[in-house]
């Protein structure tokens, strides 16, 4: 039953529900959900990743641009490499509440 005497309901610009739609996307991948699980510790550089996930060079790189242009990482120039971590803790925050849910 519909409060008539509530406020209405105001949903968000279509541009940002489009934006969350997208962020929500980029998580889809099971392979760039486990390289944010591998940079929740520590910086890493792509050689790393890929060993520690037993993936190619090739495809840890590919995967840390779509993660890098939708800020969910970021790295950091280290001589020759780029050692990469998470953006903020806001990407923590949602696998674990992803994690939480699922696990209901």
């Given at each position: 039953m519909i409060d008539k005497n509530a406020?209405?309901?105001a949903l968000p610009e279509e541009e940002t529900l489009y934006d969350l739609a997208e962020l929500f996307k980029i998580f889809g991948?099971?392979?760039r959900v486990k390289i944010l699980y591998a940079l929740f510790e520590t910086e890493l550089c792509v050689n790393?990743?890929?060993e520690t996930l037993n993936l190619s060079q090739t495809a840890v790189s590919h995967q840390l641009r779509i993660l890098r242009a939708?800020?969910?990482v970021?790295?950091?120039k280290d001589g020759k490499n780029v050692r990469y971590s998470l953006a903020?803790?806001?990407v923590r925050t949602?696998?674990?509440m992803?994690?939480?849910h699922i696990e209901e």
């Amino acid at each position: 039953m519909i409060d008539k005497n509530a406020e209405p309901f105001a949903l968000p610009e279509e541009e940002t529900l489009y934006d969350l739609a997208e962020l929500f996307k980029i998580f889809g991948d099971s392979t760039r959900v486990k390289i944010l699980y591998a940079l929740f510790e520590t910086e890493l550089c792509v050689n790393d990743i890929a060993e520690t996930l037993n993936l190619s060079q090739t495809a840890v790189s590919h995967q840390l641009r779509i993660l890098r242009a939708n800020k969910l990482v970021s790295g950091r120039k280290d001589g020759k490499n780029v050692r990469y971590s998470l953006a903020d803790d806001h990407v923590r925050t949602i696998i674990d509440m992803g994690l939480e849910h699922i696990e209901e």
